[in-house]
């Protein structure tokens, strides 16, 4: 049986996610196939970076979907092109309207932290890893061709101002997936009349992935590795399979007739589980002609290729 799996790895500052992952994939069993991460960690940034093995990257629209937390500190002092301090700053705060923030009320600070959070409109970030064109938005600004996309909607589901001593403002946030904080930071500096950027970011989770169980490069270099079986952080609802449609799942068919139209809609994903109740992978429901049918779109024995 193939292993399908998720690693928590902690990315150190300084290093861009893609080439971490170059740098620890040769550290990593050799049957851990198609490495890829989900999502991105600006190299300034450091923290819980997901990855996933043989066929898991297939999961990636439900990682996406898990809320994403963050320990941020900001600069008032000015802002940068790349919106972080690994660049200069171009543009300076002025200095009166830094005094008048430090010295403001703690009541019309909370106002403009509960006016951002819920709902939030964000284009990403100039010097981001977003793709226009096939090529990163970073590559079309170093280039001197920035690329504006449209804002998307993004959420704003916890954001707490923990210290300040000026110019610095510690901060901790709870996004959704493509929030750029250092924008967000952006954006909450300018309701004040000043300019921002990032000093520090950590991830310290996605979802239910935490930064205090995050491996570390010396441990994954030692073999000291724990996957995690996707089903077990995914929640998903499942459907148990007796032997003959097992030995038929794992080999790619569809199962008909088997399942009720009103218990199931089209295109919903289900784990996968034999008699004993051991996870198999991941299905989808499908409506193939007149019968509703369970086609196969990731196996624990081989990836399913899809069509």
């Known amino acids: 049986m193939a292993d399908v799996g998720i690693l928590n790895l902690y990315k150190p500052p300084g290093i861009s996610s893609n080439f971490f992952l170059t740098k620890i994939k040769k550290f990593l069993p050799k049957d851990y196939l198609k490495v890829g991460h989900f999502g991105t960690l600006d190299p300034m940034a450091c923290g ?3 990855i996933g093995y043989n066929g898991a990257a297939r999961l990636n629209s439900f990682v996406l979907q898990m809320p994403k937390t963050y320990l941020a500190v900001g600069s008032c002092l000015g802002q940068t092109v790349t919106g972080d301090r690994t660049e200069e700053i171009s543009d300076f705060s002025d200095q009166a309207k830094i005094l008048e923030y430090f010295s403001s009320s703690i009541d019309k600070k909370d106002f403009i932290v509960k006016n951002l959070i819920g709902e939030y409109w964000q284009a990403p970030h100039l010097f981001s890893a977003a793709k226009f064109k096939g090529k990163s938005l970073y590559a079309w600004a ?27 403002i510690l901060f901790k946030v709870t996004v959704s997936s493509g929030t750029y904080v250092r924008t967000l930071f952006e954006d909450y500096c300018r309701e004040f009349g000043l300019l921002g950027h990032l000093v520090s970011l950590v991830r310290l989770s996605v979802g239910n992935f935490n930064i205090s169980d995050s491996l570390k490069l010396d441990e994954i270099k030692s073999g000291n590795i724990f996957p995690i079986n996707p089903s077990s952080i995914i929640s998903l ?71």
Do not use: T
């Not at 509703?292 to 779109?297: G, I, T």
């Open 142 to 168: 170093r280039s001197g061709r920035p690329i504006v996309k449209e804002k998307q909607k993004r959420n704003i589901y916890q954001l707490e101002i923990l210290r300040e001593r000026a110019p610095y």
């Open 48 to 50: 819980v970076l997901l």
């Open 237 to 307: 609802p499942q459907i148990n399979l007796d032997e003959n449609e097992r030995v038929k799942f794992i080999h790619g068919a569809y199962l008909f007739n088997r399942f009720a139209i009103s218990d199931y809609s089209d295109g919903q994903h289900l784990w996968v589980r034999d008699a004993n109740g051991q996870c198999l992978g991941l299905g989808q429901i499908a409506f193939s002609g007149e019968y509703l049918a369970l086609k196969p779109v990731l196996n624990w024995f081989r990836p399913i290729d899809q069509n």
